[in-house]
C-alpha cells in the first residue's frame, strides 16, 4: 500500500513523496517501511520504541489511534496512509 | 530564504488581522529548493485551540491531511506554516519550538498589534531530529512583479 511520507522525511526515503510496502495491517506496513527505510524509525518512534507523541498516522481520513484495532488493523492495497507531524503553536 | 510573492504576503498577514484576538494559522505549499522555500500559494487553516486561541494554535490533522493531496494534486508541497502572535513580538517562543517538528520548513510568525498586522518574520527549522532541531532567523524576500523586495526583520 501507499504511504504518503511528509516533507521533512523525505530524505530518509530517497526524495519520495509516497513509498510503497507491503503488509496485511498497519502494524505491519509500518515494519515494512522501517525495515526499507531504517533511518526513519528514530522519527517515528521514541527510543522505547513507542510512536512518538507529535506523529500523527492516518488510515486513509481516520487517525489510527482511534481505529478499534489500532496498529492491527487490516489494510489493502488500495488504502493509503499518511504520516503527518502536528502543527501547533503559541506564545 | 523565504521567497513569496505580495499578494501571499500581504494575505497570511490579513489573516492574523481577521482573526485578531486570535491567532490564526496557515500553511504554505510551494518547493523546497536547496537555497531557499519558494511559496506559491497559501491555504488557511482554522484553529483548533479554542480553549485558548488567544496564545495557541493547532491545525487538525485531518487539515493537513485534505491540504497535503492538494498540494500533490499541483505538483507542490508543504514547505512551511504560519500563524499570528496577537499583541506580541513575532518571534518564536518555547511553545513555538516545542512544537515545530517539520525540519526544512519555514515558520512565519506575525505580530498583530492592536488589530494591525505588523512586523512578520520567518525561521527556519533546522537541524536532523528533535534532539539537534532550532529555529533560525530566514530572511523574506517578497516579489513584487519583477522587483522584489528584503523584508525588516524586526529587533531581537
Redesign the interface.
Known sequence: MNI?I???LR?YTGGQ?TVSVPGATVGEVLESLTGTYPELR??LYSAEGKL?S???L?LN?D?IRYLPLKEATPVEDSDEL?I???????? | MLKLSYNDYEALRAHGEETYPHECCGVLLGKANPEDNQVCEIVRAGNTRTDSAHNRYNIAPEDLIRIQRQSRKKGLEIIGFYHSHPDHPAQWSPTDFAEAHWIGCSYVITSIAQSKAAITNSFLLTGTNEEDKKFLDEPVEIEVGSTNTQQEREPQ
Do not use: K, L, M
Not at chain 1, 503527518?84 to 506564545?91: D, F, H, L, N
Open positions: 504518503n511528509p516533507t521533512p530524505s513523496q528514530q522519527h512518538r507529535f506523529v500523527n492516518y481520513d487517525d499518511s503527518i507531524p502536528s502543527i501547533a503553536g503559541g506564545y
